[in-house]
Structures are given as C-alpha cells and as structure tokens.
C-alpha cells in the first residue's frame, strides 16, 4: 500500500466517524485494524488535516481536512452507485481502489451520468459537488484537445494522433509528446505553445490533435493541488496552475 | 557510396594519410555553423534560425598538428528521417563514415537534443558534444551538469558560447582525445534480440549494423534505398522478410516500445543534469517575443522595422553615396576624359555604358552603400531572432490562399534569398504545394538585395511611392496564391510544426561580421558581373542591336508601361543580376528621368521580371529543367502584363496630380 492510499484511508475513517458522531483515537484504531498507524496521524496533524486533543485521545477534522475527505468519500461512493446501478457488479471491492486514483473531473462526470445520486447503494449520503449545486446535465471529458485551452493556461498532454509516423516524429522531437506540460500562448494567427522551454508555433490542424488533460479547476489554488496530484503528474507545485491576467 | 570510397582512398595514395572526417551534427539553430566557423576559420551565415544552412559545406581545421576535414550540415532531429533535407545529412554519415561527430546542442534546449545523441551513440562513433549558448541558459535560471552529462554518456561534454568564440579551444582538445560513447539505450528484451537477429544477416559492407538493424525495424521509409544499393535486390527482400517475422512476433507497436525506452532513457538524463531556479530573467525578451507574433502588436512591430529600415536606407545610404560620388566619381570621369581623347575608349570606359560609369561606379557608389545600410538592419532582425515569428504572423493568411504551413518558412526565408529560398521548398511533400511556393518565391517577393535598392528608389518618390509599389506587389503576389490554388490539381494537406527561437540580445560583432562578408560576397560575385554587363550593353549598343531591340519594344514599354524606353537596359541588365538593374534605374529616378507613377511602376516590373540566374538553377533543381524554364518564362509574361494594368490604374486615379 503506498503513503497516499494509507492517508486516504485514515481521513476516509475519521469521515465515517463524524458521520457517526464519534471522536475517538481509540475507536478508530478499532476499524482501522493492522492499518492502523499513528505515524500517519502525526504526520496529518503537522499538516493540519487533523486535529488530537491534547491527551491524544480524541480525534477530530478540520475544516481543510474536511475538504479534502468530503472528495474521497464523494469518490468512493460515487463509484459504489457506477458499479451497482450500470455495471450491476460487486461495487465494494472495485469501488475501494477508484478513490486514490480519479481527477475531481472525471468524478464530477460520473455524477453528471448517474444524474447526481445523493446516496450510496448502502443508502449513506453522498457529499455533494460543484456539478450537483450547479445541477449540470453535460459532462465534460478530462481530455480536450490543446485548441480549446485558454490562453496562458497550462496542460499535460495525454495523447497525440497524428497522420503520419512522420509527423509523429517530428512533434516528438520537439518534446511535444505524452506527459510533457505545455503553455498556450497565442491562438491567433497561429497556435504558439511553450513546451520545455522552447516556442513552438504550429496551425490549427496539429493543435487541435495534440489532447491534454483538462486541469482540475477548483484544485487550482494552493495546498489541494499538489495532494491531489495523481500517480504520474509532476509534484512540482505551481507548473499546472493558470497563468494569471494573461490574456495576450 | 563506391565512388566515395575510390576517391578516398586516392587521396590516401597521393598525399599520404587521408584527412580524419569531423561531421557536425545538431538539431536547427543550434549554432553548427557558428562551430564550423569557428573551428575551420571560414566564413558560412550564421543566423538566430533554422533552416540557414541548407546544404553541406566543408573545410579544413588543425588540431595538435593534425588536419580534419569538417562538414556542416543542415538540422537534423533524429536519424529516424522524416524529410528530405535530413535524408541528406543521414545519407553523408552512412556513406562517409565520419571519424568524429560534433552534437551541437542548445543548452536551453538539452531535452531536445538528447534523442539525437540517443541515436549517435547507437551508431558508435566518436563524439563529442558542444553545447551551445551556455551563457544564456545561466541567464535563464538554468544550470546544466556539464561534467555529469559527459560522465552519463561517456563522451566529452564542451560548454561554449559560440558566438563570443569562447570555449574553442577545449573543443579542439576534446576532439583531438574523443571517444565513443557508452550505449545509449537497452531495449525490451525481445526487441534486442530481433535487432540481433537483424544485425546478423547485415552484410559487411553495411555501415552502424545496429543503428541500420533499429532503422529496419522500425521501418524506416528511406533505408530501404541505402541497403539496395549497398548489399542488392535480393538481399534486402529477405531482410524485409526478416524484419516483418520480429515485427510480428512483437505484441504491440515497435515504435511506440522503441520510444518509450528512449524518452524515458532522456527523461532520466534531463534529471539527473538539468537544475532550473527561478526563470524570471529573459523575462524582457520573451515578452518581446510574444508582442511581435501578437496579432495586434505584431503589425506595427513589423511595420516599425519596416520604417525604419527604409529611412536608414534612403537617408543614411544616401549621404554615403553623396560622400562617395563626390570624392571618388566625379574625379575619375574628370580625370578619365581628360587624358582620353573623345571616342571609342572614352565611351567605353565613362560613357553612358562605361564599364568604370555604368559598371564598377553602379556598384560600389550606388548599391555598395545601400547594401550595407541594409545588411546591418536585416543582420540585426536574423540576430535577435526576429524573422520566424513572421511565420506566427503570417501563418493563418497564407491557409487562405491554398498554402498551408510548411510553406510559410520559405516563402519569409525568400525575403533574404529566394535562391536558398527556393532550394529549402525541399522538405514539402506535396508537388502542388512546392510548386506554388516556388512560383511565389519567385514571383513577387524582393530578396533583400532587391528590397534595400527599391527602398533606395522609391525613396527619391517618397514614402507614399514605397506604400503604392509593395501594397501592389503584395496583392499580385497574394492573387497569384489564388489563382495557383485554383488552377493546379492535388489538394494534399501538409502540416506546420515550427519551433521558435528565443529572442537574444543582438551582438555588434557578430553582425558586422556578417555584413561585412555578405558585401564581400557581394563585391566578389557582382561586380565582375556588372563590369561585363555593361560592356556587354556597350557592344551591343555600338552594333545597333539595342537601339532595334528598343525600337522593337518600345510599343510595349512606352505605350503600355508608360516608361522611358531606357528602362529597356535595365531589363537586359536584370537578367545577369537585378541590382545592375536596380542600380540603373536608381540614376534615372535621381536625374529625373522618370516622374512618380514612373519610378512605382518601373520597381514592380523589376522586382517581378526574371528571377535571377541562381534562383532559375534552383528552380530546375527542385521543379526540373522544363517545369523551372516555363516557369520563369511565365513569371516574365505575367510581370509585364501587371505592371501595365498597374501603369493605367495609377494614370487614371493619380496620375492628375502628377502628370
């Protein structure tokens, strides 16, 4: 199990707990079981996720902490109700990995497919997103092609499709290849993007192949972003925020 | 790949020991002909952009007591080819086995870069790495391991600005103890071993098994050609046949496996060397490049180097002219006709087709000053970087009139020369596409010779004359874009990928440097051109083939273009080279031979008239002798037709006020 699933699953416990109204460092050692571990705890502690009474005998939120477990929980049982509702599979072992591993988005799309569900298949409430308070009917795809970023914003690329093995070859000897973050610049007259340092100005026809990652938008600012950083994104802080009142 | 050989080794047999091979290698603009220059001591053109060097140039150097050959070469991304100007560059390393290879790499671009040495040290050769502009990326914010990059791939790391010279001396001393480097990268087990296979059933005569035994494997569309002629018919079928049994015992896409472990083999080194710190220096320049590709900032920009240029070379040229003539013309002549009694030797040396007034003065006192102002300005916008963000500016223009991007490159290249112009429309893949450029190039566009000599002409009419003449030759020449488009067959789409280089801060030497050679160019190549035109116009003239060559074209030139009948010379002497022409028509708009809508129609007829003689030869190089020939003639039709309608136009709306 690695660092960021044993912190998940601790803050996921501390949420099922203030659902149940209980606070006890000792109860949730009792659920937790061997994955236990006060280290972890500590650690969320230094980072203000959580917060020990001083005997170290209560447990509590705090609101940042909250925040943060309100979209694991979100996740997690979203998937429940996916796995249940479409798939009609067994949604408890495969809903329990989907938590670690989904963008705020491609969540907020589920919700938008399944129609905002507000409970869990065992009936436990769902926490509402932004997608629910604004009940949008359209989901978005994480991935849009690099025309339909705005200028000055910043993306990974996730994929290419190319015509040729050619003009494969040519982007990717420019660095432009899966992985690698790019700046849209300019649009007009012509798309220039800044790709590991350099300015590389290409037509509408390429940019519009080359596919990003659409940015976890309410995870722009601040703390969130990088601990919602999943697996292969850079942990870099600030290369994937929006360039701010640039619009050139 | 033969004849090579025998004549190396011919050379071995007559002066002893044949000269070690330096090929310098890099991706665009990363300073190889800086390197060449600077090793060898010649002189090629540099310039902050790609596609300067187009073909490959050779000298000679001294390292330690020993003499190299070196070879500049164009860009090349990796060896994996996807254009033609790059199959050149393979097809010399494969054929001529260099000894060393120099990787010039922009140090702000390292990443970049590393695929092609990934590829370079698949082929075992020695190598050495130059990395280039070292200073700027201190600048930047960015630190490279120079010394734990040379440690990671096991070749000698050179850190130079090669600009300022320095860092000449280490290279030299790295290349007289170069080395081959360790093997880049390891690939998936089951891919190694089909390139085993493959490398097995390579003949002797095949150069970098491994590198060609990948290439196969990858299916490289041009390798196929090099085997044939290396090892037969025969034997590449069953190579094919080999290389398609490993493809297909492979779950999956070979290229993408073969990618992977490469990008992850540089992804590994970019970390291990690459430090970056805050970036914020630079900052001026980016941003200056960012306003002038900007659709609204870009214009006035370009319009201001537009303006600019043109003043410096009406006012300042001018004075040097004045200066000249005053000091150097008019005493000759005076001189000359003095001691020569009137007559035959006279008129050929200072009449009106002197060889000393109408040849050497034209171009030393008329174009020689007017160059020179001009080259500065233009080595100053190349040095900075400027020019290649005209393509940004450009680029969704040109779509409209049927050109898509590749185009764009050659077409700004064709301000500076449409010959090399001409001859970089070899990456276009598409015939229509190539065509059409090639026509344009050749068509409306000044090369900067011509450029600085019309704004030298149109000068003495004012600015409104320079507005009139270029607003008219950028319409003909955006209406025969139309027109192309419609007429030729093939609607074949190319692509435009174009990296920008970053703007730098100009240097002084660097730029007089190149202007200093481009006039010697200049001075060497044109000047016994102009004498022998005008002696040759001088011969004519005394048969009285011109006057009946006149006689037979003055319907054309005086009724329909409205010109003087002696614009006819100049046209003659456009064909040997246009600014002969330009020169002449330059006196006759200074002496007032030639009134306002005269001198407009005069600069478009000239601009557009026969392509000169190098750009005809690139023509037919790239297009073939009878599509290039029919071309130009075409080209010749079409500029007397314009330059009439335009004659009329400019008479009937305003020409009341002038005439």
């Given at each position: 199990m690695?660092k960021?699933?044993?912190?998940d699953?601790h803050?996921?416990?501390?949420?099922?707990m203030?659902e149940?109204g209980?606070?006890?460092?000792a109860?949730?050692q009792?659920?937790?079981k061997?994955d236990?571990d006060?280290d972890?705890i500590?650690?969320?502690?230094?980072?203000?996720?959580?917060?020990?009474?001083?005997?170290?005998?209560?447990?509590?939120?705090?609101?940042?902490?909250?925040?943060y477990?309100?979209?694991?929980?979100?996740?997690?049982?979203?998937?429940?109700r996916?796995?249940?509702d479409?798939?009609?599979g067994d949604f408890?072992?495969?809903?329990?990995e989907?938590?670690h591993?989904?963008?705020?988005?491609?969540?907020?799309s589920?919700?938008?497919?399944l129609g905002?569900?507000r409970a869990?298949p065992?009936g436990?409430e769902i926490?509402q997103g932004?997608c629910?308070?604004?009940?949008?009917r359209?989901a978005?795809?994480?991935v849009?092609p690099l025309?339909?970023?705005?200028?000055?914003?910043?993306?990974?690329?996730?994929?290419i499709?190319c015509?040729?093995?050619?003009?494969?070859?040519?982007?990717?000897?420019l660095?432009?290849r899966p992985?690698?973050?790019?700046?849209?610049?300019?649009?007009y007259?012509s798309y220039v993007?800044?790709c590991?340092n350099?300015?590389?100005?290409m037509?509408?026809q390429?940019a519009?192949n080359?596919c990003?990652?659409?940015?976890?938008e309410?995870?722009q600012?601040?703390?969130?972003?990088?601990?919602?950083?999943?697996?292969?994104?850079?942990?870099?802080r600030?290369r994937?925020?929006?360039r701010?009142?640039?619009r050139s | 790949m033969s004849s090579?050989?025998?004549e190396?080794?011919r050379?071995?047999?007559?002066?002893?020991a044949?000269?070690?091979k330096?090929a310098?290698l890099g991706?665009?603009?990363?300073g190889?002909?800086?390197?060449f220059?600077n090793l060898?001591?010649?002189?090629t053109l540099v310039?902050?952009y790609p596609l300067t060097?187009?073909?490959?140039?050779r000298g000679?150097?001294r390292?330690?007591?020993?003499s190299?050959?070196?070879?500049?070469t164009p860009?090349?991304h990796?060896?994996y080819i996807?254009?033609?100007?790059?199959?050149?560059?393979?097809?010399?390393?494969?054929s001529?086995?260099p000894?060393i290879i120099i990787?010039c790499?922009?140090a702000?671009?390292?990443k970049?870069?590393?695929a092609l040495?990934a590829d370079?040290?698949?082929?075992?050769i020695?190598?050495?790495?130059s990395l280039?502009?070292i200073?700027?990326?201190?600048k930047?914010?960015?630190r490279?391991?120079?010394?734990?990059?040379?440690?990671?791939?096991?070749v000698?790391?050179?850190e130079?600005?090669a600009v300022?010279n320095?860092?000449?001396?280490?290279?030299k001393?790295?290349?007289a103890?170069a080395g081959?480097?360790?093997p880049?990268?390891?690939y998936?087990?089951?891919i190694?071993s089909g390139?085993a296979?493959i490398?097995s059933?390579?003949?002797?005569d095949?150069?970098f098994?491994?590198?060609?035994?990948?290439?196969?494997?990858?299916?490289?569309?041009?390798l196929?050609?090099?085997?044939?002629?290396?090892?037969g018919?025969?034997?590449?079928?069953r190579l094919?046949?080999r290389v398609s049994?490993?493809?297909r015992?492979?779950r999956?896409n070979?290229g993408?496996a073969?990618n992977k472990?490469r990008n992850?083999?540089i992804?590994?080194?970019?970390?291990?060397?690459?430090r970056?710190?805050t970036?914020?220096a630079g900052?001026?320049?980016e941003?200056?490049?960012r306003?002038?590709r900007?659709?609204v900032f870009?214009?006035?920009i370009?319009?201001f180097?537009?303006?600019?240029?043109f003043f410096?070379?009406?006012?300042a040229?001018?004075?040097?002219e004045?200066v000249?003539?005053?000091?150097l013309?008019e005493?000759t002549?005076e001189f000359?006709?003095?001691h020569?009694?009137?007559?035959?030797?006279n008129?050929?040396?200072?009449?009106?087709?002197?060889i000393?007034?109408?040849?050497l003065?034209?171009?030393?006192?008329?174009v020689?000053?007017i160059?020179?102002v001009?080259?500065?300005?233009y080595?100053f916008?190349?040095?900075?970087g400027?020019i290649p963000?005209l393509?940004?500016l450009?680029?969704?223009?040109?779509?409209?009139i049927?050109?898509t991007?590749?185009?764009?490159m050659?077409?700004v290249?064709?301000f500076?020369c449409?010959t090399?112009?001409?001859?970089?429309t070899?990456?276009?893949?598409?015939?229509?596409?190539?065509?059409i450029?090639i026509y344009?190039?050749a068509?409306a566009?000044?090369?900067?010779?011509?450029?600085?000599i019309d704004?030298?002409i149109?000068?003495k009419a004012?600015?409104?004359?320079?507005l009139?003449?270029?607003?008219?030759?950028?319409?003909v020449?955006?209406?025969?874009?139309?027109?192309?488009n419609?007429?030729?067959k093939g609607d074949?789409k190319?692509?435009?990928?174009?990296e920008?280089p970053?703007?730098?801060?100009?240097n002084?030497?660097?730029?007089?440097?190149?202007t200093?050679?481009?006039?010697?160019w200049f001075?060497k190549?044109a000047?016994?051109i102009?004498?022998?035109?005008a002696?040759?116009l001088?011969?004519v003239?005394?048969?009285?083939l011109?006057d009946?060559t006149k006689h037979?074209?003055?319907?054309?030139?005086v009724?329909?273009?409205?010109?003087?009948?002696?614009i006819?010379d100049?046209?003659?002497?456009s064909?040997?080279?246009?600014?002969?022409?330009?020169?002449?028509?330059l006196n006759m708009?200074?002496?007032?031979?030639?009134?306002f809508?005269?001198v407009?129609v005069?600069?478009?007829?000239?601009?557009?008239?026969?392509?000169c003689?190098a750009n005809i030869?690139?023509?037919?190089?790239?297009?073939?002798?009878k599509?290039?020939?029919?071309?130009a003639?075409?080209?010749n039709i079409?500029s007397?037709?314009l330059?009439g309608?335009l004659?009329?136009i400019?008479?009937f709306t305003?020409?009341?006020?002038?005439l």
């Open positions: 690695n960021k699933r044993e912190r699953e803050l996921e416990h501390l949420w099922y203030k149940e209980k606070d006890s460092v109860g949730l009792e659920v937790m061997e236990y006060f972890i500590e650690e969320l502690e230094s980072e203000e996720l959580v917060e020990l009474s001083e005997e170290k005998d209560k447990i509590e939120l705090t609101k940042s902490g909250e925040d477990s309100r979209q694991l929980i979100r996740a997690h049982r979203l998937a429940e996916l796995l249940h479409v798939l009609g408890e072992s495969g809903a329990c989907f938590e591993t989904v963008t705020p988005e491609l969540v907020d589920i919700c938008i497919l905002h569900p869990c065992h436990l926490p932004q629910c308070r604004k009940s949008s359209t978005q795809s994480s849009i025309v339909e970023l705005k200028v000055g914003q910043a993306a990974r690329v996730a994929y499709n015509q040729s093995d050619q003009q494969l070859h040519k982007i990717d000897g660095c432009l992985g690698a973050v790019v700046t849209l610049h300019q649009r007259p993007v800044e590991e350099s300015n590389i100005a037509d509408e390429i519009s080359i990003v990652w659409r940015e976890p309410h995870f600012a601040g703390e969130e972003e990088s601990r919602f950083e999943t697996g292969g994104r850079d942990n870099r600030g994937f925020r929006h701010k009142g640039k | 090579k050989k025998t190396s080794e050379k071995k047999g007559s002066g002893g044949a000269a070690r330096i310098i991706l665009p603009n990363t190889k002909s800086q390197i220059n060898t001591g010649e002189y310039a902050n060097t187009v073909e490959m140039k000679v150097c390292i330690e007591g020993e190299y050959e070196v070879i500049d860009g090349l990796c060896l996807h254009s033609e100007e790059e199959l050149i560059v393979r097809e010399m390393i494969f001529e086995k000894d990787q790499i922009d702000n671009q390292l970049q870069s590393l040495t370079l040290l698949e082929t075992d020695a190598m050495v790495i280039n502009s200073d700027e990326t201190a930047r914010g960015v490279i391991d120079s010394e734990g990059l040379s440690r990671l791939l096991g000698e790391v050179v130079s600005a300022n320095s860092g000449i001396k280490e290279l001393s790295a290349i103890k081959s480097g360790k880049a990268v390891e998936d087990e089951i190694e390139v296979a490398e059933e390579l003949g002797e095949v150069s098994k491994r590198k060609a035994a990948i290439l196969l494997l990858l299916e490289d569309p041009f196929g050609d090099y085997l044939t002629e290396v090892c018919r025969e034997k590449v079928a094919r046949q049994e490993v493809r015992g492979f999956g070979i993408q073969v472990r992850q083999w992804e590994d080194l970019a970390e291990k060397t690459i970056r710190q970036k914020d900052e001026f320049s941003s200056f490049g306003l002038s900007h659709p870009g214009l006035p370009l319009a180097f537009l303006v600019t240029t410096l070379v009406v006012y040229a001018g004075f040097i004045s000249l003539g005053g000091i013309v005493p002549v000359v006709r003095g020569l009694p009137s007559g035959f030797w008129e050929f040396i200072v009449g009106h087709y002197g000393l007034t109408m040849g003065f034209n171009a030393i006192v008329t020689l000053p160059l020179s001009f080259f500065v300005m080595g916008l190349e040095d900075i400027y963000n393509c940004v450009v680029g969704r223009f040109f779509e409209r049927g050109l991007g590749k185009a764009i050659p077409l290249l064709a500076g449409k090399m112009a001409t001859l970089v070899k990456g276009l893949r598409s015939r229509k596409e190539k065509f450029t344009l190039i068509f566009i000044p090369c900067s010779a011509q450029l600085a704004m030298g149109l000068g004012g600015f409104t004359a320079f009139i003449a270029y607003g008219t030759l950028g319409v020449e955006i209406c025969a874009g139309f027109v192309l419609k007429v030729i074949e190319s692509d435009f990928i174009q920008l970053a703007i730098r801060v100009p002084a030497k660097a730029i007089l440097v190149k200093y050679y481009r006039l010697y001075l190549e000047v016994p102009f004498i022998i035109a002696a040759a001088f011969f003239d005394r048969t009285g011109l009946l037979v074209l003055e319907p054309v030139v009724g329909w273009l409205g010109l003087p009948i002696d006819v100049a046209l003659i002497l064909l040997a080279r246009h600014e002969a022409a330009a020169a002449l028509l708009a200074d002496s007032g031979a030639m009134n809508v005269q407009i005069a600069v478009v007829i000239t601009t557009m008239f026969v392509p003689f030869v690139a023509m037919c190089k790239e297009l073939g002798v599509t290039g020939i029919a071309m003639l075409t080209i079409s007397f037709i330059a309608i004659n009329w400019l008479i305003i020409g009341r006020w002038f």
